[in-house]
C-alpha cells in the first residue's frame, strides 16, 4: 500500500475525483485553508476594481468558484473533526476559525462589494435575469444587511469581532460536551447482576467494548446505543439513576474545570443579543427569521403554544397512565426521571405485547439499506450502487447514484456507527455541491452520519424502529441535496432553502417506515431471515401513538425554550435554567431534577446552527406530514406522485420560496390537520 501523502490543496484542485481521506496530509491543511482563504479576497479584490458592467458571470460566478474551493478544503477539515476528533485535528480548527470568521465578516460588510451587487440587480442585466437568479441576488443582498454592510466602521468592527467570537464559542461547547461524553466509562465485573434484564445483545457489546481496552467484564459510556439500553432495560434502579446523573450533567459545573458550557451560554446569548442591537433589531430571534419562513418571533410563539394546547391535554393522560403502571406494576412508589423510560418500556410491552428489543432483531442494517434504495428507486427512477472509495475509518460506506440510464449524478458516504471521538447525534452535510462548471454538471456528494450499535461479532447491525427513522431522515436530507436539478451554486441542493422547510423532505421521508409494504422490504430477522410478521407490525402502528403526548410537549419544550431565550431573555431578572423550568411549568409533564443540565448539551442551537430556529422542526412536521397524505391518498408507491414530489420539491433546491414548492406539490397551502391526525390529536 501507498504511503503517498495527499496535500488538501491538491485535494481542492481536484474536487472531480475521490477524496483520498486514508491518506490526507494534515500538515497541509493550515497552509491550503490561509492560501484559499488569500484567493478568495484576491478574487473579491479584482470584482470590485473592475470598471467593467457588472453580470452574473463576472460577479456572482466568479465569488463561487473562489468561495466554492475554500468551503470544499473546510468542509473536509470539520467532517474530520466531526467523526473523528484528534488533538490535532482539533487544534488545526480551532486555529483557522479566526480566520474564516474574519474572512465572512470582510466579505459580508465589504461596501465595495455590496455596491456591485445592488450595481447588477439594478442594471439592465440584472432586470433581464431569471427568478432564480433574481431571488439569489435578493437574498444575498439581504445578506449583506445582515453581515453588516451598511453600518458604520466601529459597528463593522464590533461585529466582526462578535462573529470570531461566536463561532469559536460554539466550537467550544461541542468540544466540551464531546470530551465530557468520552470521559465517562462504567466498569462492570463478568459476574455483575447490574445487567439484568438488558438484552444479551447489547451486554455482547459492553463487553466487546472492554476486550477493546484488554479488559475483563464489561464497560459501558454515555454514547447512544450504550445509555439509552440501560435507561430502557436495566432492573437496576441504581445504575439507572448513575448513567442517567452523568449524562444529565454533562458540560455542567459538575464536570472537570474549564469544561463547563453555561458561561459559554451566557456570552453566546449576550452576543447575540449585541448583534441584533447593532443590526437594528429588538432581539436576535427577530434577526433569524428574516431569511425564514416564519415572519415574526410571535408568529413562533404562537404556532408552539397553540400545538401545546392540543398535545398537552394527552401528554397528561400518558404521564398519568406511567405513573400509575409504575406505582401498582413496578412498585415503584415514587418514580424519578431515571425510572420513565424504563417505566415506559415495560408498559409498552403490557399494552402492546411487544418490545423494542424483539423488533430490532428484524432490521438488520443491510436489508433496510436494500429496502430503502428500493424505495427511492421506484419512486424517482434511480439506482443506488455501493462502491470502493477511501474513508476514514474501516466501517465507512460509499455509495453512488445513478440515474435510468445508469449515467452518476451524485453518490453519499454512510458513517453509521457510534465510536470514540465522534460527535453524537445524527445529520447530514454536503461535501460537493451539484452545479455547472465550464459547460459540465459537477455531481454532488453528502455525507450522512449517525450513531447506531455497531454489528458485534460476526452479526450484522441491528437497528431499532427509532434508528430506522433516524437513517430515513437523514437520507431525506440526501435526497435533497443529491437530487436537486439547480445549477447556480447559491441555490442548489439544501443551499438557500428557508431553515424552517430545510426539515421538510427529511422529516416526510420517516412517514414511509409505518406502512406494512415498505416495512416487508425493510426487515429480515437476524436468526432466521424472514420478514416481520403482519402481527408484529400491526402491534407497533396500535403502539405508534403511544405516548405520543409526552414526546410532542418535549419537543415543544425544546423549541419554545429555544425561541423565548432568543427573544425574551433577560439575564438581570432569571437565569437561563429557570426560563427552562418556566417554559417546563407552561407545556411540560415531565420535571427532571434539579441538577439535569439539559441547556448544556443543546447543541442544536449553540452549536448547530438552530438558534432562534429549533421550532423548525415542528413547523415542518407540519409540512411533511401534509405533504405525504398526498401520497396516502394517491398510493405508497405512486411513481408520479414521487416525480412530482422530485419535481416540485426536492429538485428545486433554493430557487424559489418553500411556500411555492409546497403549494405546486399540493395544489394548497398546508395545513395541520394530517399531523394531528398522524398522532391521534384529531379524529380522522
Known sequence: MTNQKYALLDVVKNKDKLIPFDHLDEESFNPAILELIAKVKETTNGITESKSAPSWNNIIDKLDDAEENLNFGWTIISHLNSVKDTPQLRKIVNELLPSISELYSWLGQNEELYAKYKELRDSDAGKQLNKTRQRILKRQITGFVLSGAELSKEDKTKLSAINEESSQLSQKFSENLLDCTNDFSLYLPEETTQLEGVPESEKQLFKQQAQKEGKEGYKITLHMPNYLPIMQYAADRDLREQLYHAYSTRASEFSPAGKDNAPI???????????????????????????????????VIKFLRELASKAKPAAKKDMEELLKFAKDDLKLEDPKAWDLTYASERLREKKYSYSDQEVKQYFTEPTVFKGLFGLVEKLFGIQVEETKAPVWAPEVKYFVIKDKAGKEIASFYADLYAREGKRGGAWMNDQRTRREVNGKIQTPIAYLVCNFSAPVGDKPALLTLNDVETLFHEFGHGLHHMLTKQTDLSVSGIADVEWDAVEMPSQFMENFVWNWDIIQSLTSHVETGKPMPKKLFDKIVAAKNFEAGMANVRQIEFALFDMLLHCDYDPTTCTVQELLDAVRK??????????????????????????AGYYSYKWAEVLSADAFSLFEEKGIFNSEVGQKWLTEVLAVGGSRPAKESFKAFRGRDPSPDALLRSYGLLDR
Open 265 to 299: 451560554i451566557e456570552r453566546l446569548l449576550e452576543l447575540r443579543s449585541q448583534e441584533a442591537a447593532l443590526l437594528g433589531y429588538k432581539n436576535f430571534a427577530e434577526v433569524s427569521l428574516v431569511m425564514k419562513m416564519a415572519d415574526s418571533p410571535e408568529e
Open 586 to 611: 407552561e407545556v411540560a409533564v415531565v420535571f427532571p431534577p434539579k441538577y439535569n443540565r439539559f441547556a448544556n448539551s443543546f447543541s442544536h442551537i449553540f452549536a448547530g446552527g438552530y438558534a
